[in-house]
């Protein structure tokens, strides 16, 4: 699998990108990765009708979008893009706007990008790690940044559930949010010593809905939550995609300890 730095080259990162609205946000996002050969400019047009048609649930984290779509013949490759704002826009989000920093993501399939995404996850998780990106004043230094990402650490064990358990991580593709909802919940899950009792997937709407019986719960976005109604086991709203402490909360809720 590819490192995060591999898939975000240098000529993919731009900072001070003037934007009147999401739509030329994510265009901006689109364009580097058509200029770095990771897509073709229909992908970009299909980055914008995914929050045309699923709403800004792309806004995983305060200040934060992660623009991608399916995998399409538009994506040549799986490859990212860095986009951080001059000035903030709003996507429409309701606790999370406004947006400052755009990253697209355009995969080819749904494994090269998961190590890269884990990355992102943990390195957007950490206060100083996240000042310091917002602080850097060119795409190198982003780059050099974002190449340091290190390995998520191992917690103490704790007692975990009884029998193999699994949560569903879920969103409208399957490939970009809800992966970066899976890694953080990875995280937590092993600082409590629970990776092996609990198995994480990721997924899209269409199969959450089939799968929601093998599961203990769904974790996910207020908008597709709304979409997805009652699949018959709880689903759990997550706000912050990068924050453990959340993911932490909704976890021990869902077990109740």
């Known amino acids: 699998m590819a490192a995060l730095s591999d898939l975000l080259p240098v000529d993919a990162i731009r900072l001070d990108v003037a934007a009147d609205s999401w739509r030329e946000a994510v265009e901006?996002?689109?364009a580097l990765m058509v200029a770095t050969g990771a897509a073709t400019d229909a992908y970009t047009g299909e980055m914008v009708r995914n929050v045309e048609e699923n709403g800004p649930y792309i806004v995983i984290a305060p200040g934060f979008a992660l623009a991608h779509a399916r995998p399409s013949p538009a994506v040549l490759r799986t490859g990212m893009s860095w986009v951080r704002l001059a000035r903030p826009v709003a996507f429409g989000h309701e606790t999370n706007d406004p947006v400052g920093l755009v990253v697209g993501l355009a995969a080819k399939d749904a494994a090269e990008h998961t190590a890269a995404m884990g990355a992102l996850a943990r390195l957007l998780a950490d206060p100083e790690a996240?000042?310091?990106?917002?602080?850097?004043?060119?795409?190198?230094?982003?780059?050099?940044?974002?190449?340091?990402?290190?390995?998520?650490?191992?917690?103490?064990?704790?007692?975990?559930?009884?029998?193999?358990?699994?949560?569903?991580?879920?969103?409208g593709n399957g490939l970009g949010t809800s992966l970066f909802l899976k890694n953080t919940l990875e995280q937590v899950l092993t600082r409590w010593g629970w990776s092996r009792y609990v198995t994480v997937e990721a997924t899209d709407t269409i199969s959450a809905k089939g799968k929601a019986s093998e599961a203990v719960a769904i974790l996910t976005s207020g908008e597709i939550a709304k979409t997805l109604g009652d699949v018959g086991v709880p689903v759990r709203v997550i706000t912050d995609f990068t924050s453990t402490t959340e993911v932490d909360r909704v976890l021990r809720d869902t077990y109740d300890v």
Do not use: S, Y
């Not at 602080?135 to 975990?160: I, K, M, N, S, Y």
């Open 28 to 30: 901006a996002a689109g």
């Open 130 to 171: 996240e000042r310091a990106l917002r602080a850097a004043t060119g795409p190198d230094e982003v780059h050099a940044l974002l190449g340091g990402a290190a390995a998520p650490g191992a917690g103490a064990a704790a007692a975990g559930p009884a029998g193999q358990h699994k949560i569903l991580t879920v969103c």
